[in-house]
């Protein structure tokens, strides 16, 4: 353990357990003790019931020889019952949770350890394409993906985010061509009208240029020609190139800033990047015999993945003019992250329609002898924002929606909703707070939600001060705030003789699974885990308010109530601060 960790109750009494099973049955020794939490005691353990076959013996009768040897070295544990066919019902000491609680609230981290300590993360997520608008599309993979950076990099490991942006291939050409025949076009961001984004002109010039392009073969010539150019680093060529990188840049920073994530561009690694390493990966995985010619092109048979025609499936790794494509460049990446990067551990945060050409890349790296035992690579798939249709979200004309009219929508909408709730507001404290809750609110919907599960983009309720929202979950926060700034925020302490009342109990116990419920995101990839655990959380803190009276209370029950603010207050905007998410003290 750290210096600042706290192992949590649910971990003491699950080891006080481990011991009693390997002293009431030592061939058993090293069994789960499954424990959890329980509405009928502080913890139940289901371990007779589980290992009673192997024991070969009534759970019943496997119980109480658990619970006898409890009685005997109990630990943390005050009492313990058994009930039905042979559950153990377990109570901590009052004392022994008090204790708890203190010594989170005296650690700087909430008493939540290091486990990923040492592991190099690459996260790939969020990845626009360059001269194009970022949409609702976007929303999923770089809010998931900012949330993970967080959370890993709270427990310990090595961060580093990665936006692979799409800023090479035919397109460009296209359209840096057009853009020279065309010198009065105008996407400079200080050309255009305020409100404008240079990117939204370019992405309009682009479609000019498709339109062109398909409908005049001299023009589709004079294109290709620059894609040449482009590709063998033409000055000129190269210098607009970067011009449109550096424009499009701007227009990303804006959302990310809106959104509050930390991609930076110094993350912002392009498929240009690995253009030069693409012909060394194509003869590393030829001369290795992994890589074969078929029909004028180069490609990798999958031994996992079969076609329609149950024919192994192919992964282009050469097209037959030369040419490279999406498979070569995640190739090269994923050599680049672990020979380079000396990551050992790559996440790629994108859609679950995705999840079989990773499967090829994976298998692919694993053959080559890239991704070795050591280092694990995964796919982290989410489903699809739904409109209120159930249908991908689209705009009433069917176009992509823009994820800038998206936020804006959502902060006017939570606007209308604090403005109500809270009228006397200035205007300017009450865009302060509608933008902190709307952004929140985008954000908590689509990370509450399973990961791997479609979701409907509803702002109504989004934005609800009810139910489980992000809105829910800071209105939780400022009202905590507003107990302790009656308070005058005093330095309490924890008076550990005193008797917890049942809503304490509930809310005390909350606050010590924070870290196991943090851990558990940092595990299986799933920020909804988080997100049920502060709703449950602010949840138990409703109840204990509405049963405990705080400020009216004597001491030292007073000290301990405000305590229990205190710790709750904290856990709830360090858990937000983990799914990005700002904690306002008024709303």
Same mark, same amino acid.
């Given at each position: 353990?750290?210096?600042?960790?706290?192992?949590?109750?649910?971990?003491? =009494?699950?080891?006080?357990?481990?011991?009693?099973?390997?002293?009431?049955?030592?061939?058993?020794?090293?069994?789960?003790?499954?424990?959890?939490?329980?509405? #009928?005691?502080?913890?139940?353990?289901?371990?007779?019931?589980?290992?009673?076959?192997?024991?070969?013996?009534?759970?019943? /009768?496997?119980?109480?020889?658990?619970?006898?040897?409890?009685?005997?070295?109990?630990?943390?544990?005050?009492?313990?019952?058994?009930?039905?066919?042979?559950?153990?019902?377990?109570?901590?000491?009052?004392?022994?949770?008090?204790?708890?609680?203190?010594?989170?609230? &005296?650690?700087?981290? @909430?008493?939540? *350890?290091?486990?990923? /300590?040492?592991?190099?993360?690459?996260?790939? +997520?969020?990845?626009?394409?360059?001269?194009?608008?970022?949409?609702? *599309?976007? @929303?999923?993979?770089?809010?998931?993906? /900012?949330?993970?950076?967080?959370?890993?990099?709270?427990?310990?490991?090595?961060?580093?985010?990665?936006?692979?942006?799409?800023?090479?291939?035919?397109?460009?050409?296209?359209?840096?061509?057009?853009?020279?025949?065309?010198?009065?076009?105008?996407? #400079?961001?200080?050309?255009?009208?305020?409100?404008?984004?240079?990117?939204?002109?370019? %992405?309009?010039?682009?479609?000019?240029?498709?339109?062109?392009? $398909?409908?005049?073969?001299?023009?589709?010539?004079?294109?290709?020609?620059? =894609?040449?150019?482009?590709?063998?680093? %033409? !000055?000129?060529?190269?210098?607009?190139?970067?011009?449109?990188?550096?424009?499009?840049?701007?227009?990303?920073?804006?959302?990310?800033?809106?959104?509050?994530?930390?991609?930076?561009?110094? $993350?912002?690694?392009?498929?240009?990047?690995?253009?030069?390493?693409?012909?060394?990966?194509?003869?590393?995985?030829?001369?290795?015999?992994?890589?074969?010619?078929?029909?004028?092109?180069?490609?990798?048979?999958?031994?996992?993945?079969?076609? !329609?025609?149950?024919?192994?499936?192919?992964?282009?790794?050469?097209?037959?003019?030369?040419?490279?494509? +999406? $498979?070569?460049?995640?190739?090269?990446?994923?050599?680049?992250?672990?020979?380079?990067?000396?990551?050992?551990?790559?996440?790629?945060?994108?859609?679950?329609?995705?999840?079989?050409?990773?499967?090829?890349?994976?298998?692919?790296?694993?053959?080559?002898?890239?991704?070795?035992?050591?280092?694990?690579?995964?796919?982290?798939?989410?489903?699809?924002?739904?409109?209120?249709?159930?249908?991908?979200?689209?705009?009433?004309?069917?176009?992509?929606?823009?994820?800038?009219?998206?936020?804006?929508?959502?902060?006017?909408?939570?606007?209308?909703?604090?403005?109500?709730?809270?009228?006397?507001?200035?205007?300017?404290?009450?865009?302060?707070?509608?933008?902190?809750?709307?952004?929140?609110?985008?954000? +908590?919907? $689509?990370?509450?939600?399973?990961?791997?599960?479609?979701? =409907?983009?509803?702002?109504?309720?989004?934005?609800?001060?009810?139910?489980?929202?992000?809105?829910?979950?800071?209105?939780?926060?400022?009202?905590?705030?507003?107990?302790?700034?009656?308070?005058?925020?005093?330095?309490? /302490?924890?008076?550990?003789?005193?008797?917890?009342?049942?809503?304490?109990?509930?809310?005390?116990?909350?606050? %010590?699974?924070?870290?196991?419920?943090?851990?558990?995101?940092?595990?299986?990839?799933?920020? #909804?885990?988080?997100?049920?655990?502060?709703?449950?959380?602010?949840?138990?803190?409703?109840?204990?308010?509405?049963?405990?009276?705080?400020?009216?209370?004597?001491?030292?029950?007073?000290?301990?109530?405000? &305590?229990?603010?205190?710790?709750?207050?904290?856990?709830?905007? #360090?858990?937000?601060?983990?799914?990005?998410?700002?904690?306002?003290?008024?709303?």
């Amino acid at each position: 353990m750290t210096n600042h960790e706290v192992l949590p109750l649910l971990g003491q =009494v699950a080891d006080s357990v481990s011991q009693a099973i390997a002293h009431a049955r030592p061939e058993l020794a090293g069994a789960d003790p499954v424990i959890r939490r329980s509405e #009928h005691a502080d913890f139940q353990s289901n371990a007779a019931l589980a290992l009673a076959k192997r024991a070969r013996t009534k759970p019943a /009768d496997l119980a109480q020889a658990l619970s006898a040897a409890l009685a005997d070295d109990r630990g943390p544990i005050a009492r313990v019952e058994v009930s039905g066919p042979g559950f153990l019902n377990i109570t901590v000491p009052d004392q022994v949770i008090w204790n708890q609680l203190a010594a989170r609230l &005296a650690s700087p981290r @909430l008493g939540v *350890g290091t486990p990923h /300590d040492g592991q190099r993360t690459v996260i790939d +997520y969020s990845a626009p394409n360059i001269a194009k608008e970022m949409h609702v *599309g976007h @929303l999923r993979t770089t809010i998931i993906g /900012d949330s993970l950076a967080r959370v890993l990099g709270f427990l310990g490991a090595e961060v580093i985010r990665q936006n692979h942006l799409g800023d090479w291939g035919t397109q460009f050409g296209m359209l840096i061509q057009y853009l020279d025949e065309h010198p009065q076009a105008t996407w #400079h961001h200080d050309e255009l009208e305020p409100g404008t984004s240079a990117v939204s002109a370019l %992405d309009e010039l682009y479609r000019a240029a498709r339109a062109a392009f $398909d409908a005049d073969p001299d023009f589709a010539d004079r294109s290709r020609r620059r =894609v040449v150019a482009l590709q063998s680093g %033409d !000055p000129a060529t190269i210098a607009r190139w970067k011009e449109i990188v550096a424009e499009s840049e701007k227009a990303f920073r804006d959302i990310y800033d809106r959104l509050g994530v930390l991609l930076t561009p110094e $993350d912002s690694v392009g498929e240009s990047f690995y253009n030069h390493l693409l012909a060394d990966v194509v003869t590393e995985l030829t001369e290795a015999g992994i890589a074969v010619e078929s029909e004028g092109a180069i490609v990798i048979f999958s031994e996992e993945v079969t076609g !329609p025609d149950g024919n192994p499936a192919p992964l282009m790794v050469r097209k037959r003019d030369g040419g490279y494509g +999406y $498979d070569t460049t995640d190739l090269a990446t994923i050599r680049y992250r672990i020979h380079d990067l000396k990551a050992n551990r790559l996440l790629y945060v994108t859609d679950s329609r995705q999840a079989l050409h990773f499967q090829m890349i994976f298998e692919a790296a694993r053959r080559a002898g890239w991704l070795t035992d050591g280092i694990e690579a995964a796919h982290v798939p989410y489903g699809t924002v739904l409109g209120p249709d159930g249908r991908p979200f689209k705009t009433r004309s069917g176009g992509t929606v823009r994820l800038m009219d998206l936020l804006d929508d959502a902060v006017a909408r939570a606007r209308a909703v604090v403005h109500e709730k809270n009228p006397e507001l200035d205007a300017d404290e009450l865009d302060r707070i509608a933008e902190q809750a709307g952004i929140g609110a985008v954000k +908590y919907a $689509d990370l509450s939600s399973s990961r791997i599960k479609d979701y =409907v983009f509803d702002v109504d309720r989004m934005v609800s001060f009810t139910g489980n929202t992000g809105v829910y979950l800071q209105y939780a926060h400022t009202r905590i705030r507003s107990i302790l700034r009656r308070a005058g925020d005093p330095d309490v /302490d924890i008076d550990p003789t005193v008797e917890l009342q049942p809503a304490e109990r509930a809310l005390a116990l909350e606050l %010590d699974a924070y870290g196991t419920a943090v851990t558990e995101v940092g595990d299986t990839l799933e920020p #909804h885990r988080l997100c049920g655990y502060l709703y449950d959380l602010a949840r138990d803190f409703t109840t204990f308010y509405e049963s405990c009276h705080v400020l009216g209370a004597e001491e030292p029950i007073r000290s301990n109530r405000l &305590a229990l603010c205190q710790l709750t207050a904290r856990t709830l905007q #360090h858990g937000l601060g983990l799914l990005g998410i700002s904690a306002p003290e008024r709303m």
